[in-house]
């Protein structure tokens, strides 16, 4: 009877001890769960600061490559843009690329084999968890030698309401299994940037309209001076 009383009590602490440790792996995972949210929500408030100072296109997107890298741990990222008629893309900022590549890509069709035709066709967010996967999803990207950071990605439109303005994409050396907060992370600051976009367009044109209003006036101005036709000329 002692003995089985003893093999009780043993078979109890062993079931008290397993459940603590399940207990604490649930807090570990929690308050690491705490953390990432905590760390992702700094650099959105972050992004939200560099976007009220960005002026220009080119500031919106290199704040936005910054934040990608930043959020994410990512070892590269670049943001491309749509022309105006939707057949090419061109390359607006970019950080951790080899400058080979960034220079055959500082502009290339919208619609050639890589992650972000895929973008614009699903507009939503794209991945790859490994340079296995990528080169058979992707077999261009084999003939970007050695320096080009060929692991995970993903890439994630940027969004001006319904409105696709162009790509966000993010590469690691390493392979990376996504999270569906990695790619709800990217779609908010995606949609965040695409607004952001809209609003220096809107700023550039309007810049450059000043500017065109001000040289008439210019001319303007002059040629009610003018006396003859030559100091019209001048």
Known sequence: VAAGVAGAIADRYR????????????ERRARQAAESESARL?????????LADAV??????????????????????????????????????????PDDVLAAWSRFPADRPVMAKDVIRE???????????ALERYPLLGSFG?????????????????????VLGVNFRAPRRFSLEDESLLLAIGRQCGQAIERARLFETEQRALRRASRLQEVTARLARA??????AR
């Open 15 to 26: 079931e008290t001890g397993h459940e603590r440790d399940i207990a604490h792996a649930s």
């Open 42 to 50: 700094a650099h959105l408030h972050n992004l939200t600061g560099r």
């Open 56 to 97: 220009t296109v080119r500031d919106v997107c290199g704040a936005l490559v910054d934040t990608a890298i930043g959020s994410l741990g990512a070892d590269a990222s670049g943001v491309a843009l749509l022309s105006p008629d939707g057949a090419e893309l061109e390359r607006m900022a970019a950080r951790g690329f």
């Open 123 to 133: 507009h939503s967010v794209v991945t790859v968890g490994s340079a296995e996967e």
């Open 146 to 166: 050695e320096g080009y950071p060929l692991g995970a990605q993903a890439a994630a439109p940027l969004l001006a309401g319904d409105e696709l303005l162009g």
């Open 227 to 232: 006396v003859t036709t030559e100091d019209a």
